[in-house]
């Protein structure tokens, strides 16, 4: 097992454009999230998946934003029509809670995103 | 709404000087309060778990503990390499199970 793979790593896009991060969690951990992080804050939590269902979307998210994870595997986050303010690290982290009582989450290295 | 606060935000140490990092929380109901250790360019990496006030978790030099209110991350006799950001997160009984972080410290140890 080689831990929560991020891809890509980093990604330089224009004002406008589309883009897609892939995360792929520890195998068989059921629960997957999404953060967002800027310099010198904390993860800002973005969503949450429980096995292939969405249980929660921040309230703070854009409608430009939408993630899915097919088969409760991999999971992908699309931003549409980028924007200068979406420049940020997107972490992806995943559990194995099976009673509420053990979030501790893995994450991966992130995907840095600069939106030009 | 749930929040996390951490102080302070940036700390400066001489190795071997002991300090402590807080965490203040505010949620409706605690499930469980979280540490990480976060290095630049990388994802956090887990360190300690609490429950309940009371609670004290050891990990080297570093000590967590929990009251009702706030936890503490204790740092005995730092070397450079325990700088890091430290981030603190709590889960809350009635979110739907999500974590939310707070800002972090960010710790410089000095030899």
């Known amino acids: 097992d080689t831990g929560v793979s991020q891809n890509p790593r980093h990604k330089i896009t224009k004002r406008g454009q589309n883009v897609t991060f892939r995360c792929d969690p520890i195998s068989e951990h059921n629960r997957l999230y999404w953060y967002r992080q800027t310099l010198g804050q904390g993860p800002e939590f973005l969503t949450y998946?429980?096995?292939?269902?969405?249980?929660?979307k921040s309230r703070l998210l854009s409608d430009r934003f939408s993630a899915e994870r097919p088969k409760g595997s991999f999971s992908t986050l699309e931003i549409q029509r980028t924007e200068q303010g979406d420049s940020a690290m997107y972490l992806c982290?995943?559990?194995?809670?099976?009673?509420?009582?053990?979030?501790?989450?893995?994450f991966g290295s992130g995907t840095q995103l600069s939106v030009l | 709404e749930d929040q996390v606060t951490q102080s302070p935000e940036a700390l400066r140490l001489q190795e071997g000087e002991s300090s402590s990092l807080n965490c203040s929380y505010t949620v409706s109901g605690l499930r469980g309060l979280f540490w990480y250790r976060q290095d630049p360019g990388k994802g956090p990496e887990f360190l300690f778990t609490l429950y309940s006030a009371g609670e004290e978790k050891e990990k080297e030099r570093l000590k967590a503990t929990l009251t009702k209110k706030e936890s503490f991350l204790h740092i005995t006799a730092p070397k450079p390499e325990d700088s890091a950001t430290y981030l603190c997160?709590?889960?809350?009984?009635?979110?739907?199970?999500?974590?939310?972080f707070g800002p972090g410290t960010s710790l410089s140890v000095i030899p």
């Open positions: 998946f429980q096995n292939e269902a969405q249980l929660e």
């Open positions: 982290a995943s559990s194995s809670a099976e009673a509420s009582t053990n979030e501790k989450l893995f």
């Open positions: 997160a709590v889960q809350a009984v009635t979110s739907y199970d999500k974590v939310i």
